[in-house]
């Protein structure tokens, strides 16, 4: 068997990134570290699709991650980019630790709905709530890292670098889960789950620990948006935007921990370039390129290179 | 206290518009076990057909009193083109897929459906505030109403009498349930199951579109109008079991009841306790208040 490069490309890709950074223009930076956040809440929703599990309120934990880190820095009055995203991951696991107890004991389509009536809920009150700025949300503080305030000129660049090492930490982390026994479990589960209770392990237990990461990695990619935006509104936990993140990881395949990230990507790509077209019409794009990948490449554009490999 | 007759006819309004809206999903669900999220798009789309038609027929100086059948007739119409074409075109050769596969291919289905509206009507806002004046109002108490919502109560009422006659009186509703229960021996037996789904899916989704077209002259029409009937509509089927007639009009007026009375009492969290209330039943009940105990399979 080849030897997995998988961390290997995925460091080499982050540093390409990080040493062509300076180079680059400041919208394509800013595209850069949103794929990135995108492609964290994506490498989540992906833990769960390997068991089989489509959540439609993703956006939930994208939502609390932005929001958390965004308090911290209305109440707290901390701009650190480290900071929030830790903040954001925790509140985010501890919320998805609390709800998972009730979650884990859905399956299909009842999981799909319960998760987006959770997130709808979470909008539903963040729009009322006046503290928070309701429907227009409010502005996050300047991103620092570590204390230092990056000029203006730089601050694109500082946050995509400091995202790509975050998210390099976390893909790690995720790749180390997925070859303890736990985290093999999730084809198992999708496969067969009254076989996975009869060899001796809590299915359940299994998916509420999926649930919990894939909620903490929501949460940092939250945060990260929220401190590269600059600005949150409560559309965040809407379910269109739940909607997108499914989008993301269909498209990405559940073949590695880089998928998503690609599937971040390749999915800025699309939505910039369709609406620079015609404005009216990227929606339409997405959907088509949806049901094109559904129909001819139902396991993701992973697929493509998995399958060059087999031949 | 005094309130409490204007929850309660508030309510009942809501709940009829809402059952309306959300009975062609649970419609559609039960007998083709697909959650459809074109509905919206179907909404929108009775909309924006019974806003244009509707402005042209008023324009033209005919009856206003017709008005009201132009409505209707512009949502029949725009389902019966559009609902065949996806069902025929696109739906039917996904039946085999999962579940959740299929959402996700209606999802892709209602980012087009959005798009092509925005096509066709442009962005710009339609009124056709007309027909919603033209029947006066009536009062209850020292409220006054106007008569335009009763409409929607008789389209409501008739719309769930109807269908459930049909399935319980009637060959086609036998036959239907026969299809629900078992598609393939459904085949076997000689029943024309395609032709089944087809129906279903364009009588299912007709019923969003009325839903939008009598929901037209009391909005604007604007792009995203579908977009949030979705997911009430999900929160009104849920509630009463996927796929339950009974259940859809119970969700409906359980939805309607509170929507209204935090409108009256807590304003503030207005939005937030339709998705409570759904996440409550699911808490409690995971398929739903009208749901029958399912064995899991091996």
Known sequence: ?311 | MDQIPAVIVDGIFYAAWLFVAAVGMTLIYGVMKIVNLTHGSFYALGAYAAASLTGAWLAKGYPPMLSYGVLLGSAVLVSVIVAPLIERGILRFMYAKDEVVIMLITYALFLILEDTIKLIWGVDPYFIAEPYGLLGSFDVGDLSYPTYNLILVGIALAAGIGLTLLLRGTRIGKLLLTVIHDPEVSRAMGINVDRFYLVTFTFGSMLAAIGGAFTAPTVSVVPGLGVEIIVLSFAVVVIGGLGSLPGAALGAVIVGLVRSATIHYAPEVELFVIYFVMALVLAFRPRGLFSLAEPRKI
């Open chain 1, 1 to 311: 068997m080849n030897r997995d490069r998988t961390l290997p490309i995925l460091g080499a890709v982050m540093l390409v990134v990080v040493l062509a950074g300076p180079l680059l223009p400041q919208w394509a930076l800013f595209l850069v570290t949103i794929a990135i956040a995108k492609g964290l809440v994506a490498l989540g929703l992906m833990l769960l699709l390997r068991a089989g599990l489509v959540s439609f309120g993703q956006a939930l934990y994208y939502c609390i991650g932005a929001y958390t880190a965004g308090s911290v820095g209305r109440f707290f009055n901390v701009g650190d980019m480290l900071v929030q995203m830790i903040a954001g991951a925790a509140v985010a696991a501890l919320v998805a630790f609390i709800l998972g107890f009730l979650l884990a004991r859905y399956r299909g389509i009842f999981f799909g709905l319960l998760s987006l009536a959770l997130s709808m809920i979470l909008y539903g009150l963040l729009v009322k709530s006046e503290a928070l700025g309701s429907t227009d949300g409010f502005n996050v503080l300047p991103s620092t890292v570590l204390g230092i305030r990056p000029s203006e000129a730089w601050v694109r660049y500082v946050v995509a670098a400091v995202g790509c090492g975050v998210a390099l930490l976390a893909t790690a982390l995720v790749y180390r889960y997925l070859r303890t026994p736990l985290g093999q479990l999730a084809p198992a589960i999708k496969d067969n789950e009254i076989r996975v209770e009869y060899m001796g392990t809590s299915v359940r237990n299994a998916i509420h620990a999926m649930y919990v990461i894939a909620a903490a990695l929501s949460g940092i990619g939250g945060a990260l948006a929220a401190t590269t935006v600059g600005h949150i509104d409560p559309d965040m936990a809407y379910w269109t935007t739940s909607g997108e993140f499914i989008f993301i990881t269909i498209l990405a395949g559940t073949g590695s921990v880089v998928a998503p990230f690609l599937g971040a990507a390749i999915f800025g790509i699309i939505h910039t370039v369709a609406f620079d077209l015609s404005p009216n019409t990227w929606q339409m794009s997405l959907g088509t390129a949806l049901l094109l990948l559904i129909v001819f490449l139902p396991d993701g554009l992973w697929s493509l290179f998995t399958r060059r490999k087999a031949a």
